[in-house]
């Protein structure tokens, strides 16, 4: 099975901070990769397709890059509500595997 | 606007099995594949199976023993089972929407989550 692999697993920043979170696949997934946002209680949404297209109503301070193996996501400016974990998925193949989680916490 | 809206057993004991349903609302049923996640207390996210309006399935290997998913298209209805529950599985479950192809960007609509808790 694909290893999605994700750094860090959390971290504290502060409003206004550039936040990146890395996400590593164990082979290459050309450009087969998304991530969510997911706040406590609530479902999963997602952000970011094929590495950096942005979802339809997501903010422009949310961004996303890679292929192959290495794969990023920054927040330009990171705001109150941003603070949640987020989860990178692989969409390259079966089965589907998603990284363990970026905890982003206020500091 | 699509919706899913799922439901079943919330407590269960050991050895039980599990099932969950998932109706779909809104867009079409076909042309998609209707998957099953699941998120224990505190952990990640873990796809467990999908299935399409043709009965075509993929499961996750570590889950398949144990698996099985089911359709009903006249219903837009999908099903989940998991026989022979343990406390590992106790978790939050959810359905979502992936695209025909693996290589399609999926889960852009989830269900609402059903947590099942598994205890003696």
């Known amino acids: 099975d694909l290893q999605m692999t994700q750094s860090p697993s959390a971290m504290s920043a502060s409003v206004g901070d550039r936040v990146t979170i890395t996400c590593r696949a164990s082979q290459g997934i050309d450009n087969y990769l998304a991530w969510f946002q997911q706040k406590p209680g609530k479902v999963p949404k997602r952000l970011i397709y094929a590495a950096s297209s942005l979802q339809s109503g997501v903010p422009s301070r949310f961004s996303g890059s890679g292929s192959g193996t290495e794969f990023t996501l920054t927040i330009s400016s990171l705001q109150p509500e941003d603070f949640a974990t987020y989860y990178c998925l692989q969409h390259h193949s079966y089965p589907r595997t998603f990284g363990q989680g970026t905890k982003v916490e206020i500091k | 606007q699509v919706q899913l809206q799922q439901w079943g057993a919330g407590l269960l004991k050991p050895s039980e099995t599990l099932s969950l349903s998932c109706a779909v609302y809104?867009?079409?049923?076909?042309?998609?594949?209707w998957s099953w996640i699941r998120q224990p207390p505190g952990k990640g996210l873990e796809w467990i199976a999908e299935i399409n309006h043709r009965g075509s399935t993929n499961y996750n290997p570590s889950l398949e023993s144990r698996v099985t998913i089911s359709v009903d298209t006249s219903k837009n209805q999908f099903s989940l089972n998991l026989t022979s529950v343990t406390a590992a599985d106790t978790a939050v479950y959810y359905c979502?929407?992936?695209?025909?192809?693996?290589?399609?960007?999926?889960?852009?609509?989830w269900g609402q989550g059903t947590l099942v808790t598994v205890s003696s």
């Open positions: 809104g867009g079409s049923f076909s042309g998609y594949y």
């Open positions: 979502a929407r992936a695209q025909w192809v693996v290589s399609a960007p999926p889960f852009d609509y």
